[in-house]
Nanobody
C-alpha cells in the first residue's frame, strides 16, 4: 500500500506563486508515475501534470509554461511549482500515483490518491 499526502495549498493573489508537495509513504515500484489533478465542485476532475520515474513529464495545455512538476526521489516527494497563477486555477488539488512509466493525465490510470489540498487564487 502507498499513502499520499498533499501539502502547500493556500490562498494567493493572481500572478503569484505557490508550490504544492506530494509525499508518498514509500516507493514500492521500480517504475511509477505521479500525477497532479484538480477539481472544482460540480465539475469533473482535471489532469494538470504528471511525471514518471524517468523524469518524463506532461502538462495540461491550460498550465503549460506556468506550472512545473519535479521530484525529489530521496524524499519520495513530487512537487508542483505554480507560477503566474490565475483565478481559474482555484480548485482542490490532488496527487495520485501508480506503477508504470506512464505520466498520464487521465485519472483512471491511477489507483492511489491523496486527500487533496485547496488552492484559492484571488483576482
Amino acid at each position: 500500500q502507498v499513502q499520499l499526502a498533499e501539502s502547500g495549498g493556500g490562498s494567493v493573489q493572481s500572478g503569484g506563486s505557490l508550490t504544492l508537495s506530494c509525499t508518498m509513504s514509500r516507493l514500492i515500484w521500480s517504475t511509477y508515475s505521479v500525477g497532479w489533478f484538480r477539481q472544482v465542485p460540480g465539475k469533473e476532475r482535471e489532469g494538470v501534470s504528471a511525471i514518471d520515474s524517468t523524469d518524463l513529464t506532461t502538462y495540461a495545455a491550460s498550465v503549460k509554461g506556468r506550472f512545473t512538476i519535479y521530484q525529489d526521489n530521496a524524499k519520495n516527494r513530487v512537487y508542483l511549482q505554480m507560477n503566474a497563477v490565475k483565478p481559474e486555477d482555484t480548485a482542490m488539488y490532488y496527487c495520485a500515483a501508480d506503477e508504470g512509466d506512464m505520466p498520464a493525465l487521465a485519472s483512471n490510470q491511477y489507483g492511489y490518491w491523496g486527500q487533496g489540498t485547496q488552492v484559492t487564487v484571488s483576482p
